[in-house]
């Protein structure tokens, strides 16, 4: 099993581009969760699905887009790239809500 | 104020030495407690995981949690260079409108010299 893997695994934008970033996991997990990383802040929850076909706001959602149309993926978008989304985007997921996150291995984004 | 505080370091120690990290909160309604792991430019990965207070051991770690302060640590015996790491604590409440989000520290950057 490869567990979670996320594509890509860098990236640098200009101010203004659009992109989207792809979780997938083989782990049969209902939940699927997308944070990001910056210094001195910890992780923080963008958004969340507990299901294909359902997704829901975190903590910081704003500038930021999810999709889930497979259990299996987990999309993050997004749409016009500001440098304050400049940061290290991890997915998890999870078996049931309270049970164990697995995270995936990162992808960096850097917006110029 | 955040809910959850954690200093975040460097500690460096030597081989051998007791580690003792520690998170405070300020939300009652957590309940859950966890440690997470992350070396460097990977992703975090679940150490240990304790919902009551008192103590949860494994191997050379120790989780401890005491509801009343508000208060968790994360102790490593014998550190290893291998223990050399960022450690994140996380916190999730029991239930309500927040059920199974984890909430994070901010993460304490651990080096163990040999």
């Known amino acids: 099993n490869a567990g979670v893997t996320q594509t890509p695994k860098f990236r640098v934008l200009k101010t203004g581009q659009s992109m989207t970033l792809l979780c997938a996991q083989d782990?049969?997990?209902?939940?699927m969760y997308w944070y990001r990383q910056d210094p001195g802040m910890g992780l923080r929850l963008i958004h969340y699905?507990?299901?294909?076909?359902?997704?829901a706001k975190g903590e910081v959602p704003d500038g930021y887009n999810v999709s889930r149309l497979k259990k299996q993926n987990f999309l993050l978008g997004l749409e016009s790239a500001a440098p304050s989304q400049t940061s290290v985007y991890f997915c998890?997921?999870?078996?049931?809500?309270?049970?164990?996150?697995?995270f995936g291995p990162g992808t960096r984004l850097t917006v110029l | 104020q955040k809910e959850v505080e954690q200093d975040p370091g460097p500690l460096s120690v030597p081989e051998g030495a007791i580690v003792s990290l520690n998170c405070t909160y300020s939300?009652?309604?957590?309940?859950?407690f966890m440690w997470y792991r992350q070396y460097s430019r990977k992703g975090p990965e679940l150490l240990m995981y304790?919902?009551?207070?008192g103590n949860k051991e494994d191997g050379r770690f120790t989780a401890q949690v005491d509801k009343s302060s508000k208060y968790i640590s994360l102790f490593i015996r014998d550190s290893q260079p291998s223990d050399s790491a960022t450690y994140l604590c996380?916190?999730?409440?029991?239930?309500?409108?927040?059920?199974?989000?984890?909430?994070f520290g901010q993460g304490t950057i651990l080096t163990v010299h040999p």
């Open positions: 782990m049969n997990h209902e939940y």
């Open positions: 699905s507990v299901g294909e076909g359902t997704t």
């Open positions: 304790t919902y009551s207070s």
């Open positions: 939300n009652s309604a957590f309940q859950y």
């Open positions: 998890a997921s999870s078996y049931r809500l309270e049970g164990e996150q697995f």
């Open positions: 996380a916190m999730r409440n029991a239930g309500g409108t927040s059920y199974g989000k984890l909430t």
